[in-house]
């Protein structure tokens, strides 16, 4: 069982799509069990392999030949990747719970009266494409070549198309497009940065990277790189896609595109910051500066929002540039942070899509100004609402609170040491946390605080959910203040290659 | 005794959990739940009372280690004077407070989570204070933070009857939700910016240890001194925290908003915890400012004190003015401590401007912070009693409340009084020192204002308990007496509690000279003995700057209470000298917060929400449509058909030229690759 752990993490879910779309005749819609049951059981691998290295393990690595010894696909599972694909793991085997009742509420709403038969047939093509994200996720976590994480990011694309396109709300299949042409425009640019890398070094392990160190290629193949990082972070000026991706996406599962973005911040420090470490430092400051104008601009753009889903969806542009801003601070404790960071927001941000799911779900309304009062009647939800909203703006015991600590002293390290722009731009970056506590909790009290909008006092049907769709969250925030209390477990481990980095 | 001070941090954060699965089985056992752990917290501090009878064996330090990468953070505790004081301040009155919320708190239904927030709040505090460094100090700041919301947006429905800032007619109202909102923003602010100081300091020091920053701080300080203006951003980014969560100038506008919450919130918040972090972490720093001044020979490090002291005036004198036209009773109070707070500020400030006076200026802010805490707890919880009783919040639907409430006319009186500070009664030893301590520093300017505000507060305080408990009664009393709803005396464990807040009072003003040398005699210790402070001895003065102090002092209040007592006798005479034209000016200027929280209001929530609304609506629906729908129509139709104009028109011959024109490119950036 625990040969191969890397491998296995990203084949079972790949094995898992076309086993419950086979499954389907015979078991129906519990075939979708096959995924999540797939899921845990990557989820154990991982705990298994992290628990590893922990204490003490060598890093995991395999090499798998593909037709012949030609093709291969080589896996490294590290500090850096095994928390990481932990934590994503986690978060997928916690959606693929949650959206049950949710994708079969979206069905109805989409296809209206349908037969049985079809209506199992939308769901379970919904599982089979939701587990592409987790193959992906996977991939590109553990990938130590290039073209292994140009395909895996390639992967991505494929259910966030298809997804929107057959669950998405309004103008879904217009938004698909525009996921895609962004995903390819991305892509793009990654396969051009990658091709440079093999013409100049005559291979696309991520290893060979570091010998282009000091050449003019090193400096265009980061831009290449960085083009893709920053669309997929939807750094401004790149952010226009993640507002209507974000808001028009089955918001069950949105939270993993705060991942898909998010993750980019992996790649850069991966394929970038470590083997090219000198020669970034001259991206530092521009990167820091463009974090710090997606900051302000991702928490105006959230605050001027009225929709759930776009609220949600504009804050994660804030949120990713926080990441953004400690790795790129060029210090261990800011990348340390930054990641960290990066763990802490998708927890919270996939709790707070997930509860704005269940509104949703349980409404049938997205404007906040209509809501109001839903305290009185969904406390759970309230509850979970306010955990996610912790988590985002960095409160005590949620992880992101170690996270924004560490991250920040990287920052001002950067500050102090560097130029007087980069302390501007540490004092402003703190300062402009300020907005995450008003967008965050702001929402709590136009959507759960107030009087009960009139049409819902009377309405049995609003209440909390079951605990089909509220204990997968409960995990997520569990484990958010888990991390929250002893980030020691993730930090260690980020630390043992973050500390290998030259500076 | 490390093992109690652990306790009394431990012991309220497992009485959140008791409480809530004690609810499941009867609503006694959760009320003994909700009480027992404060009580318990506060018996573990008073277990730890010798330590201050015996400073010698301080300080005392237990930690381990959270983090260890990418630096060492630890979790720890200390016990010094500093520590030992407010830890016993908060968790006695916060206990008593506790036990008060059983009565006032009786059949609400949400009891179960305002204990719950009750406990978790006192925890947060106690935290924050016994923390040992500046990181867990910064996790019980953020979670007192997130307690005072949750507690001061209770009544989330925001229903009617809690909205606060009337009367209806005279000025716009606001719901509870907004006020926790606000309280969290407007400290979250301070908090944030405090966050980048203590960074910065620990780039400089290597640590974030309370005691190993006192002493490294003779050899990082002047590293950080090299550049002079580090100094002063360090100062201003550092007290930015304890101004907000103090209340003080220019952040002191969340605080009169948060009476929103029950009435044992205010005093939670006022007496007890919240407020009295800023002051603590303001006497937390000072020795490392000292040092950088007094050691290092920094001259920007005096800005920490000079600024605390200033905003310290600024404050009493500001918040002083607005309470004497107040009309709710607990805003009253709450500009009051504002302005009390400002007092504590005045005396540490003052106390490193000069060598010979740090030890009496921490003694005084410190003192007037315990008789603090002990009288306002007093007044809010028979604020809340008489709130109950009269079914309003403003004090011009009382009036004569004392034959219906004689215990909590009493109580309340010692405590007003003690508030003006009248002799022998705790405040007036504290507020004297305080004020005396400025005038042994040659601070004349502080002095002149921290004394007419001692008139001021003698002013709003007669104005408040004349208005609430004598005159004749108001026309709502009399309604409410015709509708059989009386006013009648707080249950017994409601007045039991302000009555015993009366008799510390009583017992800590007898024996005040005796406290003030106890306190004197830590601080000495602890600043010249442990941290080895350089102090000097003040010199003799040719003047009694007591006896002058004494006399100053009691004749200011003379100066506030009778005027007060005259005109607020009769309510009708107070109305006419408001409608004088001068009065009224000066009382529409005071009765609008001096216009700033209406200035606040309009740059900061409008002006924000303007903006997002043009980020929003003109800059990303604008990026949208270039990006999303003209730049689609221009590569999809505009450009192939210009291509296929200039293929038509010139016959290939542009085609060609762009190809060659492209290969060349390309073949001159090969050539030039390395």
Known sequence: ?503 | MHLYAWLAIILPFIGVPAIYVASFVNGRLRNLAAIAFPIMAALCCLRLLPLLLHPGQLPLQSSWVWVTHPFILEIGILLDPLSLILILVVSVISAIIAIYCLGYMEGDPGINRFLMLVNLFIGSMLLLVLANNLLLLFVGWKLVGLCSYALIGFYYKDERKYWIGGPEAEAPLTTPSFCGLKALVVTGVGDLIMLGGILIIFFYAHTLNLMELYKTAPVWFPELAQNPNMVVLVTFMLLAGPIGKSAQFPLHEWLPEAMAGPGPVSALIHAATMVKSGVYLVARLMPIFYIGRWVADCHNAELFFTITAWVGAITAFIAATQGMVAKELKKILAFSTVSQIGYMWIGLGVAGLTQSTLVAGTTAGIFHLISHAIFKACLFLCAGSVIHAAHSIYIQDMGGMRRYMPYTWLFMMIAAICLMGVPPLPAFWSKDAILLVNLKAHNLPIFVIAMITVALTAFYTTRMMMMVFYGSESSHLRHLKEESQTPHEALPIMWSTCGLLALLLLALGAGGPWVEHLLHHNFDLNLAGTLKLPLKEAGEHAVNYHLLVTCLSVGSILAGTIPAGIIYRKHERAIKLQSHSVFKELHIFFWRRWFIDAFYNRVFIDGTLKLADIVAFKIENNFDLLIHRRLPVLVTEKLPRLFLRLKTETDNFLYIGAYLMGIILLTIGLAMWP
Request: proline fraction near 5%; charge should be positive.
């Open chain 1, 1 to 503: 069982m625990l040969e191969h752990i890397l491998l296995q993490t990203i084949i079972i879910p790949a094995i898992c799509a076309p086993a419950i779309i086979l499954g389907r005749r015979v078991f129906g819609k519990q075939s979708a069990w096959i995924a999540r049951l797939g899921l845990l059981y990557s989820t154990m691998l991982l705990i298994v392999a992290t628990f590893k290295l922990t204490l003490g393990g060598a890093p995991i690595v395999e090499q798998h030949h593909f037709a012949g010894p030609a093709i291969t696909l080589n896996l490294l599972g590290d500090g850096l990747s095994l928390p990481i694909a932990l934590i994503v793991n986690l978060l997928c085997s916690a959606l693929a719970f949650h959206s049950d009742r949710y994708i079969e509420h979206r069905i109805a709403a989409i296809y209206g009266e349908i037969d049985k038969k079809t209506a199992v047939n939308h769901y379970i093509r919904f599982y089979a494409l939701f587990l592409l994200f987790p193959t992906g996720f996977m991939g590109v976590c553990f990938a130590s070549n290039l073209i292994g994480i140009y395909f895996f990011l390639e992967i991505l694309p494929i259910p966030l198309f298809f997804i929107m396109a057959m669950f998405g709300y309004i103008d879904r299949v217009r938004v698909a497009m525009i996921s895609l042409m962004w995903a390819v425009f991305g892509a793009g640019f990654f396969l051009v940065g990658a091709i440079i890398v093999y013409y100049k070094t005559g291979s696309f392990a991520i290893a060979s990277i570091a010998q282009m160190a000091g050449t003019p290629a090193a400096f265009w193949t980061i831009v290449m790189f960085l083009v893709t990082i920053l669309a997929k972070m939807a750094v401004v000026p790149f952010q226009v896609w993640m507002p209507w991706v974000d808001a028009e996406y089955p918001t069950s599962i949105t939270g993993l595109l705060a991942v898909y973005a998010n993750i980019a911040v992996y790649i850069m420090l991966r394929v970038l910051i470590i083997p090219l470490t000198a020669d970034f430092q001259v991206f530092s400051l521009p990167l820091m500066i463009m974090a710090l104008i997606t900051m302000v601009y991702g928490a105006l753009l959230t605050l001027g929002q009225t929709d759930i889903k776009r609220f949600a969806a504009c804050s994660t542009i804030s949120q990713l540039a926080y990441s953004l801003l400690g790795v790129c601070s060029l210090t261990i404790a800011g990348i340390d942070g930054g990641l960290f960071f990066f763990l802490g927001h998708v927890m919270g941000k996939t709790i707070i899509f997930s509860s704005a799911a269940i509104i949703v779900y349980t409404t049938g309304i997205r404007d906040m100004r209509q809501l109001g009062g839903l305290a009185a009647k969904m406390p759970l939800t309230t509850a979970l609402w306010i955990i996610g909203a912790m988590g985002l703006a960095g409160f005590p015991p949620m992880n992101s609170f170690p996270a924004e600590w560490v991250m920040f002293t990287g920052i001002f390290k950067a500050g102090l040491m560097g130029s007087a722009a980069k302390l501007i731009i540490a004092v402003a970056g703190a300062a402009a946390i300020t907005f995450s506590v008003v967008y965050c909790f702001r929402s709590v009290k136009i959507i759960f605080f107030g009087p009960l909008n009139e049409q819902f006092a009377d309405n049995d049907q609003i209440k909390d959910p079951p605990l089909s769709m509220s204990l997968p969250l409960l995990a997520i925030a569990a484990t958010a203040i888990a991390l929250g209390l002893y980030p020691g477990i993730v930090l260690d481990l980020f630390h043992k290659v973050v500390s290998t980095i030259p500076f």
